[in-house]
């Protein structure tokens, strides 16, 4: 069993800045891509960045230019830097990602979120 662990939530006010962390264990083989997800209050959830293991990286519109996503192969981790946050970004945040696990067998693992709170 491949299991994430996100941290780094928080509550913070308009403007500030929070660095969120998932780290990935068990036994596994080669991780792929590995993602950012988040579900506001009443909403759905929805994609935030992605970093492949080819080292390209995307963001959803509404995250451009203000989050930064970034890994650590060798810690199995994978982060987003998140700068001049706004209350519309008060959501769960979710680590995916995508891997083979031991067996070879293709893997889409979630973490169970951290909370980000950004007041007005």
């Known amino acids: 069993q491949v299991q994430l662990v996100e941290s780094g939530g928080g509550l913070v006010q308009a403007g500030g800045s929070l660095r969120l962390s998932c780290a990935a264990s068990?036994?596994?083989?080669?991780?792929?891509?590995m993602s950012w997800y988040r579900q506001a209050p009443g909403k759905q959830r929805e994609w935030v960045a992605t970093s492949s293991s080819g080292g390209s990286t995307n963001y959803a519109d509404s995250v451009k230019g203000r989050f930064i996503i970034s890994r650590d192969n060798a810690k199995k981790s994978v982060y987003l830097q998140m700068d001049s946050l706004q209350p519309e970004d008060t959501a769960v945040y979710y680590c995916n990602v995508h891997l083979f696990d031991a067996s070879g067998r293709f893997i889409d693992s979630w973490g169970q979120g951290t909370q980000v709170t950004v007041s007005s």
């Open positions: 068990g036994s596994m083989g080669a991780i792929k891509a």
